[in-house]
């Protein structure tokens, strides 16, 4: 709820503070006070769109601060999304600035924030109606979500389960759609990839083999020199068998050996050099041998250089599509028999997907004819309690409607559209129905939306009809009417009185009004005072004691707030008020826990003279 309002330069409001609390609270003055301004004020700190011309002339800018206690949870996190924080005392203090030249800054919880935050957390915890207001119930969303509030904790169930079950089908859906937009493409990829498995499957390459074959191919391509090599290696270092006169390394090395040997018995410096003759000379026998051996092994095989070329031309068209080296064939057939297995696999997801969604649609075709059920029983409950609520307030003829309507079927498909590829988006997170109130004013009327059908003062009347038989089904802490009494009087600006202090036992109730009989119902009292001092007009707000008010409402009986008779009266409307704010007290009391709050006492009416 508010507990205060701080208004500085604002229309002909230089500095007031208004102390709230809860219950019902009445704000008076005379007509041109600036009672507008303070609802101004209001709207201001709620975040309502206004120009640079509510400024006090003179002044460089107003501000409007309100400090609010009993923050619900939602708009607690809204606020911290926002940047924003509550107090120490967990309030929270709002604040909206206009500079004389237009601008305008709106602060939450400390931190600066867009005005469409403003308002929206002004939205969760102060609702208003007045003449000029699109109020908040007037929304078909709205009316929908306290229709259902009103329905019961069985409503409450079923929506739940509608919830959960429409978000998952639209994730569903949108699984769906992806996988079939691509499906074509997937199609396309997972063949290629196939193909392209199968190629290489059929060459079936081995790892290093392109590196063996390379070698091999080399090797049989050059035997002959390579024989040749070898052989003529093997006699230079053994010699010529068909030369007798030839040299050979052998023996070249095995002379050397014994020149040596011989004399590094004279030098033991020598000696190592001695051996190290002795076993080149080994090695020289044992390279010849190993010469002898590889040339006998070197085999010109035609056949075999030719299945090697071929072997290397498949590895080669395989390196050209896949990769560069036979390694990277295989990372690659790897990689895509890994791809065609996630593509595979969608093709199977696709199918329980389809199952998954017709045993979801299933599931909303069956909750949602129930949920439309109990809306419409609920609404015809509401419907009956605003009649019966609008007769006590001057609007006997009325006739109110809870129209609930369906824009699809229960299976999902719009009624209007034979189309059956439109599925989850015919019906939205709230069921397959639109709610709207309607109103007839009075006899003759045809049916029309509330906020079309009524007057501005009718209209403020429905609404707290509505808030009424709405208790405890509307988490709005806060309710603001203006002019409610608009166009009524006598016994029924005394029920409208009686019933704003009714809903004053529920939320915090702030009510501006031109009639004593309301005023005298409320638990606290604030009147506008104009001064105007020949060179400048401004308004004051006071909190009226018991004096007070009874000269404030003598004043609006009366017009003349000294006026004997308008006092008596005034101290009668205040006796009649307060007996029956206590009987009403009394039977809250005693209700039982659970139900609704019951209607106040219609019974009750007062003297002749109250009713004027």
């Not at 508010?2 to 503070?17: D, P, T, W």
């Not at 209001?42 to 509510?54: C, K, Q, T």
């Not at 050979?248 to 050996?257: F, I, N, Q, V």
């Amino acid at each position: 709820m508010i507990e205060e309002l701080r208004i500085s330069e604002l229309g002909i409001i230089s500095e007031a503070v208004l102390p709230l609390a809860p219950g019902f609270t009445v704000l008076t003055g005379e007509t041109g006070a600036g009672k507008t301004m303070v609802l101004t004020g209001l709207a201001l700190v709620l975040g309502a769109a206004v120009d640079s011309g509510v400024v006090r002339v003179g002044a460089g800018r107003a501000v409007v601060e309100a400090r609010i206690c009993g923050i619900p949870a939602d708009v607690a996190a809204r606020v911290e999304d926002a940047g924003g924080a509550l107090e120490d005392d967990g309030s929270l203090l709002l604040v909206r600035s206009v500079a004389a030249q237009g601008r305008s800054r709106a602060v939450a919880g400390g931190r600066t924030v867009p005005m469409s935050v403003l308002a929206e957390l002004g939205a969760g915890l102060v609702t208003v109606h007045g003449q000029g207001e699109a109020s908040r119930l007037l929304s078909p969303a709205a009316q929908r979500d306290l229709i259902d509030q009103y329905a019961g904790p069985n409503v409450t169930k079923l929506r739940h389960r509608w919830r959960t079950a429409y978000d998952r089908l639209r994730l569903v859906e949108a699984e769906r759609l992806r996988l079939h937009e691509q499906a074509q493409e997937r199609r396309r990829e997972a063949e290629l990839l196939r193909l392209g498995l199968s190629d290489v499957a059929s060459v079936d390459p081995q790892p290093d083999e392109d590196s063996r074959l390379r070698a091999e191919a080399e090797r049989l391509g050059h035997a002959d020199q390579l024989r040749t090599a070898a052989a003529q290696g093997h006699r230079l270092l053994t010699g010529d068998p068909d030369d007798p006169l030839a040299t050979d390394a052998a023996a070249l090395l095995a002379t050397t050996a014994q020149i040596v040997g011989s004399a590094a018995e004279h030098d033991a410096r020598l000696r190592p050099l001695a051996a190290r003759v002795t076993d080149l000379q080994a090695q020289s026998v044992d390279l010849a041998a190993d010469l002898a051996g590889y040339a006998d092994s070197v085999d010109a095989d035609p056949a075999r250089l030719a299945a090697t070329e071929d072997r290397r031309a498949a590895l080669r068209r395989l390196t050209r599509a896949y990769g560069e080296t036979v390694a990277e064939v295989l990372a690659w057939a790897a990689q895509a028999t890994t791809r065609l297995a996630v593509l595979e696999a969608d093709q199977q997801t696709s199918g329980d997907l389809d199952a998954e969604r017709n045993g979801l649609r299933a599931t909303l075709a069956e909750i949602g004819p129930a949920l439309s059920r109990e809306r419409r029983v609920a609404g015809d409950r509401l419907a009956g309690a605003v009649e019966a609520e609008l007769t006590m307030l001057a609007m006997p003829r009325a006739r109110v409607a809870v129209r609930v309507t369906q824009d699809c079927d229960a299976a999902g498909l719009p009624t209007h559209s034979p189309d059956v590829g439109v599925q989850v988006l015919a019906y939205g997170p709230s069921g397959l129905d639109s709610v709207a109130i309607e109103l007839a004013p009075h006899s003759g009327a045809s049916w029309r939306p509330v906020a079309k059908a009524a007057s501005g003062g009718e209209r403020s009347r429905v609404m707290l009809a509505l808030e009424v038989a709405l208790l405890g089904a509307d988490p709005v802490p806060t309710m603001v009417f203006d002019e409610v009494d608009a166009g009524v009087g006598g016994a029924a600006a005394v029920e409208v009185g009686r019933r704003l202090a009714h809903l004053g036992q529920h939320a915090q109730v702030l009510v501006v009004t031109h009639l004593p009989q309301v005023a005298a119902f409320a638990d606290r009292h604030l009147a506008v005072r104009k001064n105007d001092d020949g060179s400048i007009t401004q308004a004051d707000v006071e909190q009226l004691d018991a004096p007070g008010r009874i000269h404030e409402l003598a004043r609006m009986l009366a017009g003349q707030e000294h006026s004997a008779s308008a006092a008596a009266h005034a101290e009668e409307l205040l006796e009649l008020a307060a007996a029956d704010r206590s009987e009403d007290s009394v039977l809250a009391a005693v209700r039982p826990s659970g139900r609704r709050a019951a209607q106040p006492p219609h019974g009750r009416q007062p003297a002749a003279r109250h009713a004027r």
